[in-house]
């Protein structure tokens, strides 16, 4: 993308639909903004004798209903990603306060905002759309960029409140990180006790092993060498346990060599046949890549245990900003995320570089589990 390009994100709208929306929106925008100001100076000139709160209670309706009905406008025909917007709830209050509750909500005063900057843009866009019927260059190249202008006030004033969606990133990164924490204190107990039961018991063995040669080695050479066997047996088995459980914390082959070559051998070592597809060039950052490891490890796990599936397909590719993970399997399906469980770990884990898991799994299958997980932070 140029220094010079709209941001994919909001691309120009097409003339046409630009042009269809400019010469409709004078009409409307001049309703709405002799209503509103007609309106307001009415009812505040009435308020000393109460006729004013109604009228005004019916102004500030009417900025919000107007309001709405620009997000789908501009959503509709300038393709400007607008959505529906929070407001402060009127349930079951009097006129009064409803009135007031309205008037202390900031969307409101931002819809009004946009209806009174619109009002006198309109009246610039008429002549410019009116005039692109019939001037094919302004029509494929001013019209369109005056859309994308207007999209982006549209989307300044219209769109979610910076404060709230900022309150809202903050609250949800605080819930990442605590899952965050639980996933690595999870992990963390569970390495504590794979060295218990594994390694650790084996180097007591071994010991011991030794301990018993030692007391017996003057007077029975035959059984010292039993013993010896047999600690150099469970050292064995102690040094491949380690190495199994350094693997699980962070497998050589993925940094060696990456996810392509790590998830391929993960597969090979299912018991059913699994299809692995990667494409993340650029590499991804090793805290995702682990992260997407770990993901897939588990997850073939428990299709191998629980799904009853022949067969099973791992995607993973990367997007500008994320790095997606989807594992399909033909299994009979029903797996859903209930605490505690393995899908819930999974989310959990994911949650640690504030990834989100989604689970797609109807009666009869087929099961598609898809890690989204940024690249960015």
């Given at each position: 993308m140029t220094a010079q390009d709209p941001p994919p994100e909001h691309p120009r709208p097409h003339p046409a639909r630009t042009i269809g929306y400019m010469i409709p929106s004078f009409v409307l925008r001049l309703l709405q903004f002799i209503l509103i100001v007609v309106g307001g100076t009415l009812g505040t000139a009435t308020l000393i004798i109460w006729i004013g709160f109604p009228i005004l209670l019916a102004v500030t309706g009417f900025i919000r209903w107007s309001g709405d009905l620009e997000r789908r406008w501009a959503r509709r025909m300038l393709g400007t990603p607008l959505g529906p917007?929070?407001?402060?709830?009127?349930?079951?209050?009097?006129?009064?306060?409803?009135?007031?509750?309205?008037?202390?909500?900031?969307?409101?005063?931002?819809?009004?905002?946009?209806?009174?900057?619109?009002?006198?843009?309109?009246?610039?866009?008429?002549?410019?759309?009116?005039?692109?019927?019939?001037?094919?260059?302004?029509a494929i190249w001013v019209t369109p960029w005056l859309g994308w202008l207007h999209g982006n006030l549209a989307l300044s004033l219209l769109g979610p409140n910076r404060t709230k969606k900022l309150e809202k990133k903050a609250e949800h990164l605080q819930a990442s990180r605590a899952r965050?924490?639980?996933?690595?204190?999870?992990?963390?107990?569970?390495?504590?006790?794979?060295?218990?039961?594994?390694?650790?018991?084996?180097?007591?063995?071994?010991?011991?092993?030794?301990?018993?040669?030692?007391?017996?080695?003057?007077?029975?050479?035959?059984?010292?060498?039993?013993?010896?066997?047999?600690?150099?047996?469970?050292?064995?088995?102690?040094?491949?346990?380690?190495?199994?459980?350094?693997?699980?914390?962070?497998?050589?082959?993925?940094?060696?060599?990456?996810?392509?070559?790590?998830?391929?051998?993960?597969?090979?070592?299912?018991?059913?046949?699994?299809?692995?597809?990667?494409?993340?060039?650029?590499?991804?950052?090793?805290?995702?890549?682990?992260?997407?490891?770990?993901?897939?490890?588990?997850t073939l796990t428990n299709i191998a245990k629980h799904s009853g599936a022949t067969e099973a397909t791992v995607k993973v590719w990367r997007s500008d900003t994320h790095v997606i993970t989807e594992i399909t399997d033909n299994g009979h399906g029903g797996a859903e995320v209930r605490p505690g469980g393995g899908l819930a770990g999974l989310a959990d884990r994911a949650a640690t570089i504030d990834g989100v898991i989604t689970v797609v799994s109807p009666v009869g299958g087929p099961t598609v589990i898809r890690a989204d997980l940024p690249c960015q932070w």
């Open positions: 917007v929070e407001r402060l709830p009127l349930d079951g209050q009097p006129m009064t306060r409803r009135w007031l509750t309205r008037l202390s909500d900031a969307t409101t005063w931002r819809d009004l905002a946009y209806l009174m900057v619109a009002f006198p843009l309109s009246i610039v866009e008429l002549p410019i759309a009116l005039a692109s019927i019939v001037l094919l260059p302004m965050g924490v639980d996933a690595a204190e999870a992990e963390r107990r569970r390495i504590e006790r794979d060295l218990h039961d594994g390694a650790q018991q084996r180097l007591v063995a071994v010991a011991m092993s030794l301990g018993r040669a030692k007391s017996k080695f003057d007077h029975d050479p035959n059984a010292v060498r039993e013993l010896i066997d047999e600690a150099h047996s469970d050292a064995k088995l102690a040094v491949s346990e380690l190495r199994d459980l350094a693997r699980g914390i962070y497998p050589a082959v993925l940094g060696d060599r990456g996810l392509d070559a790590a998830l391929s051998a993960q597969a090979a070592k299912s018991p059913i046949p699994v299809d692995v597809h990667v494409d993340v060039e650029p590499r991804p950052p090793a805290a995702v890549e682990t992260t997407a490891y770990f993901i897939v490890g588990e």
